[in-house]
């Protein structure tokens, strides 16, 4: 007998889109997800986003991430590197969440209504 599979909840964030992110993808301000629970901010960058948006998804990547070739490049614990985009979970740079003392960046697991935000480099002088 086998046993029944496990049914994860899903949850809704929405991800809002500045500059030049907005225009990659088709004046897009800010759409909503809906995932399963236990998905990572990760998880969102890299693959959900791109699915939705299949016909972007090598320049999504390169803008998003480091790349080598067009290969995302990771870090020693295996997390993708980001470029010089700035991403907020609910006001708070992915840096500056603390979690059990820790500090997650893109291992951040999402939560119901969480607010993203991807805001480009800014230079000035």
């Known amino acids: 007998m086998t046993k029944p599979r496990e049914r994860r909840s899903t949850l809704r964030v929405n991800l809002r889109l500045f500059a030049s992110l907005r225009e990659l993808l088709g004046n897009i301000r800010e759409e909503e997800y809906e995932v399963e629970e236990g998905t990572t901010l990760k998880d969102l960058l890299l693959s959900h986003v791109p699915q939705r948006h299949s016909n972007i998804t090598k320049n999504w990547k390169e803008w998003i991430f480091e790349t080598d070739g067009h290969k995302v490049k990771f870090d020693e614990q295996g997390s993708p590197v980001l470029s010089y985009y700035l991403i907020l979970v609910n006001g708070k740079s992915i840096n500056s969440i603390s979690e ?3 500090h997650p960046g893109l291992a951040y697991q999402l939560k119901e209504g969480d607010d993203l935000a991807i805001l ?3 230079g000035g002088g």
Do not use: A, E, N, R
């Open 100 to 102: 059990d003392g820790k």
């Open 120 to 122: 480009p480099p800014v």
